[in-house]
Nanobody, 125 residues
Framework: QVQLVESGGGSVQAGGSLRLSCATS????????MGWFRQVPGKEREGVAT????????AYGDSVKGRFTISQDSAKYTVYLEMNSLKPEDTAMYYC??????????????????WGQGTQVTVSS
């Protein structure tokens, strides 16, 4: 059974940084698209960043380009989201997601099949 567990959320002041982690287990496939998404109550889930294994190709949502960086460790079973220059509008529940389908690795929530429980990020002004 595929499992995704996020950690690293918390509260930070505007301009600060946080690093989210997503530990994954329960699968053994070569090709994997991992993503980070975020959602605030009353709004649709927003794509933040994705990374494709084994190529390492990344994609970012427009609102986080240049501030957030997605990466994966050498064993490629943990995915990270480094968030810098945080803004109050980055406040949201952040979710890790995975898909093993073919095709592009896009920041589109409907492309993903497996989701973590989420970790809250709060940025104060």
């Amino acid at each position: 059974q595929v499992q995704l567990v996020e950690s690293g959320g918390g509260s930070v002041q505007a301009g600060g940084s946080l690093r989210l982690s997503c530990a994954t287990s329960g699968y053994d496939v070569t090709r994997r698209c991992m993503g980070w998404f975020r959602q605030v109550p009353g709004k649709e889930r927003e794509g933040v960043a994705t990374i494709l294994r084994p190529s390492g190709i990344t994609a970012y949502g427009d609102s986080v380009k240049g501030r957030f960086t997605i990466s994966q460790d050498s064993a490629k079973y943990t995915v990270y989201l480094e968030m810098n220059s945080l803004k109050p509008e980055d406040t949201a529940m952040y979710y890790c997601a995975a898909t093993f389908r073919g095709g592009n690795c896009r920041t589109v929530p409907s492309d993903f099949d497996y989701w973590g429980q989420g970790t809250q990020v709060t940025v104060s002004s």
